[in-house]
């Protein structure tokens, strides 16, 4: 379930996604940092691989004038089934054919290998507070070079990026014209056409981003596994140049690709959109436990991560849901991991549902706060005066005062509380 209104009709089924996949077994490669036997495991295991776009892959003339621009670039990692090839990247493990099209849109199955149509190719950037990802324990105050192109391994019914999201890359960009690469010195403004079929390469992102007097990188918007292979490139380039890389995600993503890119991550904002299989599968087209595994992951590796999740009507709003996630997050993450609830607004396919009640936001607060988590928000509401306020967790005073995305009191030195000398969890300055 999930693919928006306009979605061709040309979807693999199930069953044939297995019949491409057991007609190419005996040709299989691996192109990937993850080891084969693993990834063969995988393939047999009880999960079918996700719905594709049968044949949806471009045109030859609009292929040719994609790699002229190098907005193309081979996947990281899949495996080699014949002429069939499989994702490796997220859970959805697409099973593509010659010709066929991921279920993320932007990769594609030529001639037998995997490309990603989404690389150096951003539809959108703006430079953003870092509250706005929301990361609240991260460098506060700090403005963060925030960029996404299409596509996503998801299908949120709220999402309130669908326009890019659910695109194609060749629906956000224009190959056609002039080549245009972005670099410093940067113009004052871009017109759309510009922006349209504009490159911006690994080096030139970090290249921007140091010239805006950005400290970090983010990978936003939409979502960086569907643009796996561009946010890895960029995320290894900037570590190098010690820019600091935010990963904004729905944590989707399996585990080698998520070990790989870790390396080079300094904070993520991952979403936990409910605590229950049947809610992500109805919601998102997705599943839960891939993103407790990536949670999981991150707090084993020490990448400092905030937690997101947002309140649905009718979806998520339930308060013993609630409290089972919290309870989760405490005994395997710890309690100073920050939860922030999110206030929805309705949207995409979900605008006959009402705002979620600000009562509502404030009881799940009061059940996270039960529960033993240090930190925890309420963003997208103005009628709670501390829905953005940390608090030291031994003397109980405001530490960090916010105004939706800005600081306005702060009371730490060196990632203490300057009232009782208590070391506040997060990444702060120095
Ligand atoms: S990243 Fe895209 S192509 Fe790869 S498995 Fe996920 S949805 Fe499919």
Redesign the pocket.
Known sequence: MGMDQTTPNILMTRRRALACGAAGFAGLALNSHAGWLDSLFNLSGAEAP?DVFKGDAPSEELWALWCQRGWVKEASHYLKLDRNVQ????P???LLAPGDR???R??VNRDGTLYTMAYGNPCTFHIDPVEKKPLFHFLPGTPTFSLATSGC?FRCLNCQNWEISQKKPEETKDPHGPAYRLRPPLPSELSLQEMSRLSLFPDDVVAVAQSLHCPSISYTYSEP??Y?EYAYDTCQLAHEQRLKNIIVTCGSIEDRPLRDLAKFVDAAHVDLKGFSDAVYQQLNAGKLQPILDTLKTYHELGVWFEVINLVVPTYTDDLEMIKRMCGWLVANLGPDRPLHFSRFAPQHKLEHLPPTPVDILVRARDAARAAGLHYVYIGNVREVPDAGTTFCPNCRRAIVERDVFSVTAYHLAAGRCRFCGTSIAGVWPA
């Open positions: 996700a994702c490796k990247t997220c959805n493990n697409c991921s279920h993320c932007n990769k391994v596994t569907a796996y």
